[in-house]
């Protein structure tokens, strides 16, 4: 693509470096289609068997699920310093967990992936929470891009 005389280039990631980004992001977002509307909300996740699995209260998001299941997942990373930015989006069927003990095994792995998470409920010490709603989403298809950096300014998120 062309801005202004510069060729501005964006790179696919191959699948693996695209589940390697969302299984280590923080911070992911959940878009769900609310009463046909898109809604978007930030999630803490975690990804467990070829699936993204999220524990929440009860609300809207979880109200959209269950009217119509199919969602996306996107997690981002961006470097301040360089301008370098990755993105994975996944897609697939939402389920509301019913299995205590699955569910349980979520929420263990939630808490040792945000152990350290400074104010976090889920920090040692503070009590185990109970299961809440758990959201299981198998990834059906999942892609990623990156910045370019061929011969040209890199793109920035948003920016084609």
């Known amino acids: 693509m ?3 005389g510069i060729v501005a280039l964006m790179q696919d990631l191959t699948t693996d470096q ?3 980004l969302l ?4 911070v992911a977002h959940l878009g769900v ?4 509307e898109p809604y978007v909300t930030p999630i803490s996740f975690v ?10 209260g009860g609300g809207r998001r979880v109200d959209a699920i269950a009217d119509n299941p199919r969602v996306c997942v996107e997690a981002s990373e961006f470097d301040v310093d360089s301008g370098n930015w990755q993105s994975a989006i996944a897609w697939g069927e939402a389920e509301l967990m019913e299995d205590d003990a699955g569910a349980r095994d979520i929420v263990l792995a939630l808490m040792d992936k945000y152990r350290t998470s400074i104010g976090s ?6 009590s185990f929470p109970g299961a ?11 892609t990623g891009r990156a910045s370019g950096s061929f011969f040209s300014v890199r793109t920035r998120p948003g920016r084609l």
Request: proline share 5%; aromatic share 0%; with cysteine.
């Open 121 to 126: 409920s889920l920090s040692p010490g503070g």
């Open 18 to 20: 695209a589940r390697q």
């Open 47 to 56: 990804v467990s068997d070829n699936a993204i699995c999220v524990r929440t």
């Open 132 to 142: 809440g709603v758990i959201i299981r989403i198998p990834i059906d298809r999942i």
């Open 33 to 36: 289609i609310d009463h046909g």
């Open 2 to 4: 062309t801005r202004n």
């Open 23 to 26: 299984s280590e992001a923080m």
